[in-house]
């Protein structure tokens, strides 16, 4: 194996950035912005030694995403680069994921070219504000798990606007274990709430917009409409 995979969205600069990455030492630069499958493809047919991808081409899920290419991949060196802010607490997640390196432009530009440098002769390198954070915890944070087609079913649901009873009446199991279900999805995509959820799983397609269509049975609008005002709008 040879060679380096940069994947990013930035099409309109993958001319310059090559040049750059190149004179930095990495060898054989392909830049792509091909996703998911077709990413998988790319690398089987370029058999890179070093695979970079924008920590943001997934937003929030990039560090899952990269997680289970680490699964198919597991003997190429990996990286994750955000040349923007980036939460820490997420960005952590490429690490617990397998990631081997994680930097990022916000840390200081000196920082940032040194751990692109280490990259570039093959070692590991992990920004210190991540490194802070998981030193930070009582408990060291279990990776992400495998999103299961039971926590597709649930995320339809609660991007639908399903609540946790309605959720566990569907589908035939106990509240407590749609809780559970909740958590490990939240956990596993980095988001903390079901708007969070919804962006992920567009991005992810586990769903698609215009299956965000169906309703709670009991669906309510609040605050009530008030009796007075719609007597007066009639007339």
């Known amino acids: 194996m040879s060679g380096t995979l940069i994947i990013s969205r930035e099409v309109n600069n993958h001319a310059y950035f090559q040049k750059r990455f190149e004179a930095m030492g990495f060898p054989d630069v392909t830049f792509t912005a091909l996703e998911r499958d077709a990413q998988y493809f790319l690398i089987q047919e370029l058999k890179p030694s070093l695979v970079i991808i924008s920590a943001r081409f997934y937003q929030c899920c990039t560090p899952f995403l990269m997680g289970e290419l680490r699964k198919k991949f597991p003997d190429i060196n990996m990286a994750a680069l955000c040349l923007g802010e980036y939460p820490p607490d997420i960005a952590m997640y490429f690490i617990l994921n397998g990631i081997n390196s994680y930097i990022n432009s916000f840390e200081g530009m000196e920082q940032f070219y040194y751990g692109l440098g280490e990259i570039a002769k093959g070692k590991n390198y992990v920004s210190p504000k991540v490194l802070e954070m998981i030193k930070l915890r009582?408990?060291?944070?279990?990776?992400?798990?495998?999103?299961?087609?039971?926590?597709?079913?649930?995320?339809?649901?609660?991007?639908?606007?399903?609540?946790?009873?309605?959720?566990?009446?569907?589908?035939?199991?106990?509240?407590?274990?749609?809780?559970?279900?909740?958590?490990?999805?939240?956990?596993?995509?980095?988001?903390?709430?079901?708007?969070?959820?919804?962006?992920?799983?567009?991005?992810?397609?586990?769903?698609?917009?215009?299956?965000?269509?169906?309703?709670?049975?009991?669906?309510?609008?609040?605050?009530?409409?008030?009796?007075?005002?719609l007597r007066r709008g009639k007339k």
């Open 138 to 229: 009582r408990e060291y944070p279990e990776p992400a798990g495998k999103i299961t087609k039971r926590h597709r079913e649930i995320i339809r649901l609660v991007c639908c606007g399903f609540g946790d009873m309605e959720i566990a009446e569907i589908m035939a199991i106990a509240k407590s274990t749609v809780k559970n279900h909740k958590t490990e999805v939240y956990t596993t995509l980095n988001v903390r709430n079901a708007i969070e959820l919804i962006r992920a799983a567009l991005t992810l397609e586990i769903i698609k917009l215009e299956e965000l269509y169906f309703y709670p049975k009991d669906l309510t609008l609040n605050p009530i409409p008030d009796k007075k005002i």
